[in-house]
């Protein structure tokens, strides 16, 4: 049997000893819903979405030193599309 790592397909691979982002991404997912208690979620996938996106800009920019340029390559993702999504979240 496969361990459950050998299906990613991610580029990233963390240092030794460093948990990978997608771990810490599920165990939050999963403390959300427990502490949903059972109640309906119909929009997890926006919630999400919103959750990461802000603090992955901030950090990103920061990482970048303010440089639009540079942190919407280090995203893969447009500089228009960068500067429409710090606008979106106040950054």
């Known amino acids: 049997m496969n361990p459950p790592h ?22 939050s997912v999963r403390r959300y819903l427990q502490d949903m208690n059972g109640c309906e979620i119909d929009d997890l996938y926006e919630v999400v979405l919103r959750e990461i996106e802000a603090p992955l800009f901030a950090e990103v920019m920061r990482h970048c030193d303010g440089n639009q340029s540079r942190a919407a390559t280090c995203l893969g993702i447009n500089r228009a599309t960068l500067r429409k999504k710090l606008k979106l979240y106040g950054l």
């Open 6 to 27: 050998a299906a990613r397909t991610d580029t990233a691979t963390p240092a030794a000893g460093h948990t990978p982002l997608r771990d810490h991404v599920a165990r």
